[in-house]
């Protein structure tokens, strides 16, 4: 993967629904994780493919392809921005699983509005941070 030139759009469409799985199961590797944290590749693949149906094709910024581009940025940072030193193993390999779940069921409009509307999720979190705490809580 060429990092300074890699197209999250051309990537989503060659390999469709197995975009996010392919990379994540790619980043993984190479990072060492599945070995460290003991992750079963049939698990980890399971678990990206969900991810992938909980961002919503319809919203035209939090969905798929930006969850592509936020790994491959991380990637990047980690890589070519000398990010890496400056982490452990495990601060590396939370940061790709909170890049992976980063806007997780994102309704596609801002906290504010989601507050003003009354809407349930406003209601559940207090208005403090809706879409942040729904994203993590509806990630885990």
Avoid: W
């Avoid at 190479?30 to 980890?44: A, G």
């Avoid at 997780?104 to 003003?116: A, D, I, L, M, S």
């Amino acid at each position: 993967m060429e990092l300074a030139t890699f197209d999250s759009f051309t990537f989503d469409s060659l390999l469709t629904e197995n975009s996010l799985a392919y990379l994540t199961f790619k980043l993984f590797k190479q990072y060492n994780f599945l070995d460290s944290y003991f992750i079963d590749v049939e698990v980890l693949l399971n678990f990206t493919r969900e991810v992938q149906t909980a961002y919503f094709k319809e919203n035209p910024y939090h969905n798929v392809l930006h969850v592509i581009d936020s790994l491959q940025g991380l990637h990047f940072m980690l890589t070519h921005g000398n990010l890496k030193k400056y982490l452990k193993k495990h601060d590396t390999f939370a940061a790709f699983v909170a890049c992976l779940i980063l806007d997780f069921e994102h309704p596609g409009y801002t906290n504010q509005f989601v507050v003003r509307t009354k809407h349930p999720l406003a209601i559940r979190y207090s208005d403090i941070s809706v879409l942040e705490n729904h994203h993590l809580a509806a990630g885990f």
